[in-house]
């Protein structure tokens, strides 16, 4: 058995850092502490868990001392050869500004065959992202919330189907 690896997309943006943050470290510490042991699932975080000192982000996107290009490289590798699953996060915690990084990222996922679940809060009859026919055929399946996430065992079912499925 392996573990099973899965990056954390969403929106990044310096007004709404926190809330950027907070879901990600949410879903770290759920798995890092179940049931008083670590479950074997690593995570890939382009926020690593706090602000980039490199990066500075702003209301308008990134802006980064970092080139573009080595950013979007990073994140199309964490994608593509190193992550098994995509947990992609939709929301822009009030901010008008798409998260078109994430699009991307779940566009790589969908090339490369690795599922991808979304957080979107929205109702459905508002929810453009739900309603999109390329975006939800992209997407494994969608959630409201990363507590429903945690509660359905999304992650628990994909890593038992990945590694406990192999009879020898």
């Known amino acids: 058995m392996h573990n099973m690896t899965c990056y954390l997309a969403g929106y990044i943006n310096s007004s709404v850092m926190e809330q ?99 957080i979107d809060s929205a109702d459905d009859k508002e929810s453009s992202w739900a309603l999109h026919p390329m975006f939800s055929t992209a997407t494994a399946f969608r959630v409201k919330s990363v507590d429903e996430l945690i509660e359905k065992k999304w992650l628990q079912f994909f890593y038992k189907g990945w590694n406990t499925a192999i009879y020898q």
Request: hydrophobic share 40%.
């Open 20 to 118: 950027c943050i907070a879901w990600r470290k949410k879903i770290r510490e759920h798995y890092h502490n179940y049931k008083g042991q670590r479950y074997p699932i690593d995570f890939l975080d382009p926020c690593n868990g706090e602000a980039d000192q490199d990066t500075n982000i702003q209301n308008e996107g990134l802006m980064s001392n970092v080139p573009s290009k080595a950013i979007m490289y990073r994140d199309y590798v964490s994608v593509v050869k190193l992550a098994d699953i995509v947990v992609a996060n939709v929301d822009t915690f009030g901010r008008t500004r798409m998260p078109l990084g994430t699009v991307m990222e779940i566009a790589w996922a969908w090339e490369h065959h690795k599922p991808v679940i979304v």
